[in-house]
């Protein structure tokens, strides 16, 4: 299996993406980038149970608060630098996707998702309640903690700089797993998963791992993002409908493709982005997205990368 | 298939095409996010209504004067759609100020994303008038560029202790009971910090579920404790059920306030459990603040004005969110007046000086550690009375806004 092309121009071309707003100095490019980026990072780990291993996990963006509040909780009370918090937030994420995963990996297709809903329900009513980490109250950052990054405006291009790097790690490493023989032993399981154990792939260690890998990243970016934000709201952290759009990103862009998943947040987010201030259409954005979803979804179903994937052999090397 | 996918994307960019921001230095411009979906939709519609009925009323007079430029300058309304959600709230709060120019910000609603466009706000230096956002946490946070409109959820049970003191200083038992949900509980924590430095006796201090139906065991304790007040409650349903089953049970206290539920009008529905129940509300058509009771100078219509004003326009009697909008609007009409500039730090000094009395209630702000925060609206207080055989709501507190005497105590009613 070789190692493909794609990587060679993905990457240039985000990092590309990146450096605008750095060179223009614009705030509001710099704002949609960093939500481009947040998504792409999203859906591109979100596709690494989903796309590659054939779990619809519905509440994955339980990962992403759980590692906004381990992140949120370091820096506000223990004066811990982003980095190292970030960090933190994304091991604590895949710790507990690990343990969840040990339970609720056993069950498949509508049983998982349903439970991984449950999940993400269960885990925000548990921090309502937890009082040393804000409860139902969330937390709230000092505005002076923006001092020790150099004031708020830099503090905001550092986490535009750390989402940047946090996306490109992503994505390289959602990558090196397809290529892998973890991430072949991954889509056997998507295929077949009886047929797979009965080949020698252990099962269910691989989709535990599959499932840490894929809330590692999600974690890492509610570090930055709640970061950023200032402060932490359960509702905020563990929002139902951010799962699903993050499902919507995968399924637009290209199920257990890279660059479909890159795609389908980049579309999506730009979409979302164009239609939620034009004037024309901002009082209609919901429904108009979602018009153009169906009409995604219904006749281009494998998404759009997919389908250029279907139409150009040449092409289907560039994008994995 | 392509041909439809090309079509849709044409159409898409000719829209942004045509759609540039253009901002001409005639006007004011004023930006904020507004949740058009999402949970806080409906409080945000009327704070968004509110704050647009204000703007008509300027622009019919022909702006907001700037004294230094002497003439006046009509208002320009630039606002998103948040979604009720923290995601966009900072790239749009950036793109109102970068790029569409606004001179001067409102929050959205909600405490929880005022917060996030509180750091764009003070990173660009722009003034923001925070309304629907009752929290204290955002303001011992180091903003200073931030005014809260509402009364923070640290006052909004303070006052039934005043109200207590008022009419019966030898009332000094309180049981605290509340919902077991992030405003209640920051609101009941900070009335009992009140309680015990005012020298009253909590006497219970209990928090229940949210969804709780079965009231026995606190009214149990309730009752083996003897209290003069009962405060707390949480949302509607279980302050209505918790109303009902005091009701049921006799139970023999002299005060009984309670959040949110006694202010909707449906409470009424509970019939003589009803009576005599009081409740604080940031602001009612009721509340008779006028220019001859203010403690601070007037300004902007009165409450029937107002309400009347608001009635025409859209229909029906505004609630407080709708108040709290315009308010905001007056509240940052007559800083810019008084400053006599559309500079930033000019407005934000008479911000600071200011203390004013509108038809929504005194207005002053923090200028010490708690930067911003409200400090001269309180909450006024309504209690429900029988009137010609009909259960009506009467604002009874604060003195200056009252529409009715209080009728004490809760008792007189078995």
Redesign the interface.
């Known amino acids: 299996m070789g190692k493909g092309k794609t990587l060679f121009w993905l990457i240039p071309l985000l990092l590309v993406i990146v450096a605008i707003p750095g060179v223009s100095g614009s705030v509001t490019a710099r704002e949609g980038v960093f939500l481009i980026l947040m998504y792409v990072t999203l859906a591109v780990s979100l596709n690494i149970i989903l796309g590659y291993t054939g779990y619809v996990s519905f509440g994955h963006i339980v990962f992403y608060g759980i590692g906004g509040y381990v992140a949120f909780y370091l820096m506000i009370f223990h004066g811990v630098h982003l980095i190292p918090a970030m960090i933190a937030g994304g091991i604590g994420a895949a710790l507990a996707a690990f343990a969840l995963g040990e339970a609720v990996l056993r069950l498949r297709g509508a049983f998982f998702a349903i439970a991984t809903i449950g999940v993400n329900e269960a885990v925000k009513a548990l921090v309502n309640n937890l009082n040393f980490i804000g409860g139902a109250e969330g937390l709230f950052f000092n505005f002076s903690i923006y001092k020790t990054y150099g004031g708020a405006a830099r503090a905001i291009w550092f986490s535009y700089y750390t989402m940047a790097t946090v996306t490109v790690v992503t994505i390289v490493a959602a990558y090196l797993i397809k290529k892998s023989k973890f991430g072949l032993g991954l889509m056997a399981i998507r295929e077949d998963e009886d047929a797979a154990i009965i080949l020698g792939v252990n099962a269910k260690r691989y989709k535990s791992l599959a499932y840490a890998a894929s809330a590692f990243f999600p974690g890492m970016v509610g570090a930055v993002f709640f970061f950023k934000a200032g402060n932490i709201e359960p509702h905020d952290a563990f929002h139902l409908m951010k799962s699903i759009e993050m499902i919507f990103m995968v399924m637009l862009g290209g199920y257990g493709n890279v660059t479909g998943a890159v795609t389908g947040a980049l579309v999506y987010e730009r979409l979302k982005g164009f239609l939620l201030v034009n004037p024309l259409f901002k009082n209609l954005h919901m429904a108009i997205s979602g018009v153009i979803l169906l009409l995604i979804v219904l006749f281009m179903p494998q998404g759009i990368i997919g389908f250029i994937r279907d139409k150009s052999k040449k092409l289907r090397e560039l994008l994995e | ?1 392509r041909r ?2 090309s079509v ?1 994307v044409g159409v ?1 960019f000719l ?2 095409a ?2 540039p921001a253009w901002a001409g230095m005639d006007k004011l411009v004023i930006g904020f996010t507004m949740s ?2 999402g949970k806080f939709n409906s409080e945000s519609k009327e704070q968004f209504q509110g704050l647009k009925l204000w703007a008509k009323q300027v622009n019919s007079e022909g702006g907001i004067f700037v004294r230094t430029v002497g003439r006046r300058f009509p208002v320009v309304f630039k606002y ?2 948040d ?1 009720s ?8 709060y ?2 109102l100020i ?2 569409d120019k606004a001179d001067f910000l409102i929050s959205p609603y909600s405490s ?1 994303l005022t ?2 466009a ?2 764009i706000a ?2 660009y230096g722009k003034v923001m008038m925070a309304t629907g956002a009752a ?1 204290d ?2 303001f ?4 200073t560029h931030v005014f809260q409109i509402y009364t923070p959820a640290s006052r909004y049970l303070t006052d039934a202790m005043d109200i207590l003191s008022k009419v019966d200083p030898k009332a000094k038992r309180i049981a605290i009971v509340y919902e ?3 405003f209640a ?2 609101v009941c924590t900070s009335a009992k910090k009140y309680a015990e430095k005012k020298g009253f006796k909590v006497v219970l201090f209990e928090a229940y579920d949210p969804g709780t139906t079965d009231f026995t065991s606190f009214i149990n304790k309730i009752k083996a404790t003897h209290p003069d007040a009962i405060i707390g409650g949480g949302h509607f349903a279980d302050g209505e059920t918790f109303t009902k089953q005091l009701y049921e049970q006799k139970v023999k206290v002299k005060l009984v306030s309670l959040l949110v539920a006694p202010a909707v009008p449906e409470f009424s529905e509970l019939g003589k459990a009803a009576l005599y129940v009081t409740g604080p509300s940031q602001w009612e058509p009721l509340a008779k603040f006028s220019k001859k009771t203010a403690k601070s100078k007037w300004f902007g219509p009165s409450s029937k004005e107002f309400t009347q004003a608001y009635k025409k326009a859209y229909g029906y009697v505004p609630g407080y969110h709708a108040a709290g909008g315009y308010a905001a609007g007056l509240v940052l009409q007559k800083a810019i007046e008084e400053a006599g500039s559309i500079k930033t730090n000019d407005v934000k000094k008479a911000l600071e000086k200011m203390d004013i009395t509108t038809f929504y209630g005194r207005i002053k702000f923090d200028t010490g550690k708690y930067y911003g925060r409200q400090v001269g609206h309180s909450m006024v207080y309504l209690q429900w009375q029988e009137k010609g055989g009909k259960l009506v709501k009467e604002v009874v507190w604060p003195l200056e806004a009252k529409s009715a005497d209080l009728i004490y105590p809760f008792y007189k009613k078995y």
Do not use: P
């Open positions: 298939m439809l996918m849709l898409l829209a942004m045509i759609g058009q979906t998103y759609d979604e959600s923290k995601d966009r709230v900072q790239q749009l950036t793109r970068s790029q929880g917060a996030s509180a750091i003070e990173q929290s946490s955002i011992n946070k180091g903003y077991n949900s992030k509980k920051s």
